[in-house]
């Protein structure tokens, strides 16, 4: 398993949590769900990987960022988001 601490820049929530182990060496382009269910669909958050840094022989860190395309700006996210 390889070791993983997912970050973004974005304004979430405290209780957002994402993966800690991968089965495959995560990559950029990689779509990546919150391990958070949220509402009556049990939805979770999906972000995209804009980048991966190796920090040890199985360990990266990989900031996230919203999926290209899925919204027009930060301000439709953050208004979505907060109705999640």
Known sequence: ??????FTNLDLRPGETWPRRM???????DLVRS?????RFNSQLEL????????GENS????MHLIK????NIG??????NNF
């Open 1 to 6: 398993m390889i070791e993983t601490n997912f």
């Open 23 to 29: 089965n495959s060496r995560p990559m950029v382009g």
């Open 35 to 39: 391990a958070t269910q949220r509402g």
């Open 48 to 55: 995209e990987i804009v980048r991966v840094t190796i920090t």
């Open 60 to 63: 990266f860190d990989v900031e």
């Open 69 to 72: 395309g899925r919204f027009n």
């Open 76 to 81: 439709e996210f953050h208004k979505w988001y």
